[in-house]
């Protein structure tokens, strides 16, 4: 068992696939106590039966609804009576140049990427003023620190997680919160269905059957950042698949 995992409440937005739910499994095998948000509840519902989680422990969560990621993380205080690590995950990838106005994937990247990560810290920050300790971990991307073709809004949207983070790392120095930042490069989800841009989806699903290594490669970053003493605040990790080029 690793250390510092065991009974820790974790909240994760996204739950229902891909990183999210393969942490899910990760974190409940070590112990802790897991509660998971997504809009799908069938895959909600399929998670928490492979990994043992009561029914209470899912909520149907669209991050984009404040209201909604509050509940999300009462929740969690209500079954634990109290909440160590909000594990803001949920995002899509609609890629596309911006030349082609897919003003609607616009809107639904920032929403999403972004007010979904605020929503987020929104939620648990109360907690973890109160309780004076907690951890934030907080997904960008690769796409967060370079921009890739038809990449505009989505790693507007990553860097602004990165930015977010750095400022919530500054301000919440008095509360004894720790806020992590986790940037993966290609890993395999279902992500890349959220580009649906005509000659851009294929390329990327091209790219990720070519280079994008399994979704436990997040968990362990997620379990590494967590495990740390809590004076330690591991606050950037930056991963690829050893393949990956940009
Ligand atoms: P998936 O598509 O497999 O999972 C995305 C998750 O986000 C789903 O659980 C989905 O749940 C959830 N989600 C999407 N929209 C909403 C919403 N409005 N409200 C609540 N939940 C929502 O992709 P990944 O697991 O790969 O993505 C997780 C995070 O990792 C994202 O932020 C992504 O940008 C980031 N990332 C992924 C990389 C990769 O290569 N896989 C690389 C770099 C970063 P549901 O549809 O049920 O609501």
């Not at 605020?118 to 690769?142: D, M, T």
């Not at 986790?182 to 649906?196: M, N, Q």
């Not at 399994?214 to 990790?237: G, H, K, L, T």
Request: net charge negative; aromatic share 6%; hydrophobic share 40%.
């Amino acid at each position: 068992m690793t250390e510092n995992i065991r009974d820790k409440v974790v909240v994760i937005t996204g739950g229902s696939s891909g990183l999210g739910a393969e942490t899910a499994r990760h974190l409940a095998g070590e112990g802790a106590k897991v509660v998971l948000g997504a809009r799908r509840v069938e895959r909600l519902e399929a998670v928490a039966e492979e990994i043992g989680l009561g029914e209470d422990a899912i909520v149907k969560t669209d991050v984009t609804d404040r209201e909604q990621v509050k509940a999300l993380v009462d929740r969690a205080a209500e079954l634990h009576g109290r909440v160590d690590v909000m594990l803001n995950n949920a995002g899509l990838m609609p890629l596309s140049p911006l030349e082609m106005e897919r003003f609607d994937e616009w809107d639904q990247a920032i929403d999403v990427n972004i007010k979904g990560v605020l929503w987020g810290i929104a939620a648990a920050l109360p907690h973890f003023k109160e309780q004076k300790g907690g951890q934030f971990i907080n997904v960008s991307s690769v796409a967060g620190h370079k921009i890739g073709q038809g990449g505009a809004i989505y790693s507007a949207t990553k860097y602004a997680v990165r930015v977010i983070s750095e400022a919530l790392r500054q301000e919440v120095k008095p509360y004894n919160i720790r806020t992590t930042v986790i940037s993966p490069g290609a890993v395999d989800t279902e992500l890349p269905d959220s580009v649906k841009a005509e000659g851009v989806a294929g390329p990327i699903s091209d790219f990720y059957a070519e280079n994008a290594i399994p979704a436990d490669s997040f968990a362990r970053c997620v379990v590494f950042a967590m495990s740390q003493p809590d004076d330690v605040d591991v606050n950037e990790i930056l991963f690829r698949p050893t393949k990956q080029q940009l």
